[in-house]
Antibody, heavy 118, light 110 residues
Framework: EVQLVESGGGLVQPGGSLRLSCAAS????????MHWVRQAPGKGLVWVSR????????SYADSVKGRFTISRDNAKNTLYLQMSSLRAEDTAVYYC???????????WGQGTLVTVSS | QSALTQFRSVSGSPGQSVTISCTGT?????????VSWYQQHPGKAPKLLIY???KRPSGVPDRFSGSKSGNTASLTISGLQAEDEADYYC??????????FGGGTKLTVL
């Protein structure tokens, strides 16, 4: 059974940084692309970032480009999202998702809430 | 990277069929056969319903079907059931290794 468990969310001040993690199990992590998708309170899903299987080719939504960095550690079966220069509009539940080959999100974690506020 | 366009809400009675549309451009929906659909119940993570325009993952009932014509994709739910009441999101590849979601449609089962 595929399991994706996000962690690292919390309250951070505007301009601050936070690193999210997503621990994966139940599948061969190193073989799959992975995504981060976010959902602001009461709003819809927004794609944030994608990384290929070996981590060599990340891609980002324009709204986070230059501020967020996606990475992965295939030895630890873990996906990361380093977020910096955080803004109030980054407040959301952040989900990690396994790509189903390709460009769809076959499995999702339960999400971790990031709140950017002073 | 503009969001795909979905009507905000749709409703239907049990047993009926409803269709949820998702309109994009030739740079996303119209340009690739990488359209997917997700169901999300309140407080829950999204669940994959349809991928590659019309393919269903194992475990998803055949009451759910997907199609595409030009820049518009559609999700049809037949034999509507109470548990189908949820938010539905479309998603498409948008080129340059990016993805875009629709704004979501709230389905109410009357």
């Amino acid at each position: 059974e595929v399991q994706l468990v996000e962690s690292g969310g919390g309250l951070v001040q505007p301009g601050g940084s936070l690193r999210l993690s997503c621990a994966a199990s139940g599948f061969t992590f190193s073989s799959y692309w992975m995504h981060w998708v976010r959902q602001a309170p009461g709003k819809g899903l927004v794609w944030v970032s994608r990384i290929n299987s070996d981590g060599s080719s990340p891609s980002y939504a324009d709204s986070v480009k230059g501020r967020f960095t996606i990475s992965r550690d295939n030895a630890k079966n873990t996906l990361y999202l380093q977020m910096s220069s955080l803004r109030a509009e980054d407040t959301a539940v952040y989900y990690c998702a396994r790509d189903g080959s390709y460009y769809f999100h076959a499995d999702w974690g339960q999400g971790t809430l990031v709140t950017v506020s002073s | 990277q503009s969001a795909l366009t979905q009507f905000r809400s749709v409703s239907g009675s049990p047993g009926q069929s409803v269709t949820i549309s998702c309109t994009g451009t030739s740079s996303d929906v119209g340009g690739y056969n990488y359209v997917s659909w997700y169901q999300q119940h309140p407080g829950k993570a999204p669940k994959l319903l349809i991928y590659d325009v019309s393919k269903r993952p194992s475990g998803v009932p055949d009451r759910f079907s997907g199609s595409k014509s030009g820049n518009t994709a559609s999700l049809t739910i037949s034999g509507l059931q109470a548990e189908d009441e949820a938010d539905y999101y479309c998603c498409s590849y948008a080129g340059r290794y990016t993805v875009v979601f629709g704004g979501g449609t709230k389905l109410t089962v009357l």
